[in-house]
């Protein structure tokens, strides 16, 4: 099947329903913003920090639906006024510690070079093929195992990515994303400010922090095994495919209904590369409709997870394979 006839099959799911879309919005921000609310009232008749510690780190999952719909708005896909897109993406991206504007553009370059080997760099993780590695600068050797180990790539970078570095523009920003940057950091500090003034700052750390820190791990890990699994597809610029970088360059994650929920059918990444405009809530009902789309081998929610010790691109074998299978190659038969 062709790319354009494939995405004439699901056209129909890019139109967004507006009713689905505020009702999504406002249950989601209404749990958000209960559970906030739950931990100050706890906090005020003087229960343990370390119960709201955990009930913040708990809320982590909502925090990354409102990232799904912020990333929906990023691609106008969550409304069919961009309007009304823009003015949701940019409070999200303040809850969510990301410029709206920085991100859309960053993320637009990812969707349009996605496994692309001449195009890496902007939006995605870092990758090497095994001969670049192998001619790579003892330095650069030991600062890419470094960044690809699973505690720094999972646990440590996130909050890092989140926290500090979304505070800067992306390279290669434009005014427009300067000034959103700005605003955004700026709105952040009234809210943190507004909550330390109120709450004392160590209990508005516990209240924010965890579930920020959580919602970053998550989100990267999701990010990482859409793109970063063994058969996965990269090629170079002069044989890359369009339609075999969505369906073959993105992954179909398998959850369970609750887990669908949280992060926004996201899972379903093969067809959001296919076709972005469709919001969240219509990508399974897509994968239901058009048989062409369940032809992926899916990846188990668990056996997911092993995932993180793919590192290197073999081009000989066309897969992403580890540092240890890396070294076989190199050694005498």
Known sequence: MELTEIRKSIRQFTVPDTRKSVTQLIVTLGIYLTS?????????IEVSLWLIFAISAIT?????????????????SYFKSQRACNLVGNMLGVITFTSYMDWRRTHG?????????????????????VEEYQQAHWKEKML???????????VVSPPFLF?????????????????????????ITIVVLAFFLTLGWKASLVIL?????????????LFYVQHQFRSVYW????????????????????????????????????????????????????YDSVPELQKITPIQLISGLHNILLT??????????????????????
Request: charged share 20%; net charge positive; hydrophobic share 45%.
């Open 36 to 44: 906030i609310l739950f931990m100050i009232v706890l906090l005020k």
């Open 60 to 76: 982590s999952p909502v925090v990354i639906k409102l990232f799904i719909i912020f990333h929906d708005c990023c691609h106008a």
């Open 109 to 129: 370059i990812h969707h349009n070079n996605v496994a692309n080997l001449e195009k890496r760099g902007m939006g995605d993780v870092w990758l090497m093929t």
């Open 144 to 154: 890419y195992r470094m960044f690809r180990h699973p505690l720094v790539m999972i």
């Open 163 to 187: 926290l500090v570095l979304n505070r800067f523009p992306s390279h290669g920003f434009r005014r427009k994303e300067l000034l959103n940057v700005l605003f955004t950091n700026a709105m």
């Open 209 to 221: 922090l965890p579930m920020m820190i959580g919602a970053s791990i998550i989100g990267v890990w």
């Open 235 to 286: 090629a170079h610029d002069s044989e890359w495919d369009r339609l075999k970088a969505a369906m073959e360059g993105s992954s179909f994650y398998t959850m369970p209904a609750i887990m669908r929920w949280f992060t926004g059918n996201i899972g379903y990444h093969h067809i959001h590369h296919l076709a972005p405009r469709i919001p969240n809530y219509r990508l399974k009902e897509c």
């Open 312 to 333: 290197l691109w073999d081009e000989d074998s066309g897969k992403l394979i580890s540092f240890k299978e890396a070294k076989q190659l190199t050694l005498p038969h």
